[in-house]
């Protein structure tokens, strides 16, 4: 059975500061990956996918992840945060394209210092 | 992207009532919605898939006498938790997604179940 692990239930990052938010996934075939962000009172809005090809992906709002299958990691990381971006994070395994039937991690609840 | 409303965002109800979710998709047509739920801290877990017209298809362990879905139109699909109970509170979130225009799926803003 597929699986998500995010080992960081909180991160606390300056502002301007960089940031990782960790993710390692279990999946028998290639993996479609998924990072999604959500603010409070809102929706998940997707941040980035990975399906094949190049394994450094590059997302909406400065964000970008790197699959890497030997570590069958999926990594979030941004070089500069902004207070904008507190929110909670999820890493997330499809089966698909059209990310039907997500497997999601338990998420990583960012928060931004000034 | 395409916006997916859910409404309503918070619900109390008392324990022994029925409480209904409702998932739209505002400027796309929804061949496709799924329904997850999200206990405190932990992942969100799809409860069930619905297509248009169809019966939805539950995953295990989820009980579909319990957790009602209907996606009676192309717009439309609604939760109905059925003689809520505390343990029923929860986190729930829809997505849906046109399977024709094979596009992602969008997610609504949830819902928090409160059950009393």
């Known amino acids: 059975a597929q699986s998500v692990t995010q080992p960081d239930i909180h991160i606390t990052v300056s502002e301007g500061a960089s940031l990782e938010l960790r993710c390692n996934y279990s999946?028998?075939?290639?993996?479609?990956l998924f990072w999604y962000v959500q603010s409070p009172g809102q929706g998940l809005q997707l941040l980035l996918k990975y399906f094949s090809g190049d394994t450094l992906v590059q997302g909406i709002k400065g964000f970008e992840a790197e699959f890497k299958r030997s570590q069958s990691s999926f990594n979030l990381r941004k070089p500069s945060v902004h207070w904008s971006d507190a929110a909670e994070y999820f890493c997330a395994v499809g089966a698909n394209f059209g990310n039907e039937k997500l497997t999601f991690g338990t998420g990583t609840r960012l928060t931004i210092i000034p | 992207g395409a916006v997916v409303s859910q409404h309503p965002s918070r619900v109390i109800c008392k324990s022994g009532t029925s409480v209904k979710i409702e998932c739209r998709s505002l400027d796309f047509q929804a061949t496709t919605m799924f329904w997850y739920r999200q206990f405190p801290k932990q992942s969100l877990m799809l409860m069930a898939t619905s297509n248009e017209g169809s019966k939805a298809t539950y995953e295990q362990g989820v009980e579909k006498d319990k957790f009602l879905i209907n996606h009676a139109s192309l717009t439309l699909s609604t939760l109905t938790v059925t003689s809520a109970h505390p343990e029923d509170s929860s986190f729930y979130i829809c997505?849906?997604?046109?399977?024709?225009?094979?596009?992602?799926?969008?997610f609504g803003q949830g819902t928090r179940l409160t059950v009393v």
């Open positions: 997505s849906a997604r046109d399977a024709r225009q094979n596009t992602e799926a969008f």
């Open positions: 999946y028998g075939a290639t993996p479609y």
